[in-house]
């Protein structure tokens, strides 16, 4: 019997995809907002912002995550929703890691 698909293969999957001008993950930087997985349909929603909205590069962020998570068996749709709200911001949406890189101290 095939694996059902999660949130956290979801998650995982998506790791992998970095943000073009910080060559930092999207689930680090704290992008992802939300996933909704429908493990019966396969179908995948997840909830993106980006670092800034004027960023150029959305197009590619937003289709890089989709490939990666069309490529775990048994996901037959995915859907990536721009969200704006709340705004990004480092200091809160950010692992510790990635903090210590981008140079942030609480």
């Known amino acids: 019997m095939a694996e059902k698909v999660s949130e956290a293969r979801v998650v995982e999957a998506l790791r992998p995809v970095e943000d073009p001008d910080l060559h930092l993950s999207i689930v680090d930087l704290g992008l992802v907002r939300g996933i909704t997985v429908d493990p019966d349909t396969g179908d995948v929603s997840v909830d993106l912002t980006l670092t800034s909205p004027m960023c150029p590069l959305a197009p590619q962020i937003m289709e890089a995550a989709r ?13 990536i929703n721009l969200v704006w709200d709340p705004p990004w911001d480092p200091r809160t949406d950010a ?6 890189e981008l140079g942030i101290w609480d």
């Open 67 to 79: 490939q990666a998570v069309l490529g775990i068996p048994g996901v037959h749709y995915c859907d």
């Open 95 to 100: 692992s510790d890691e990635v903090k210590a």
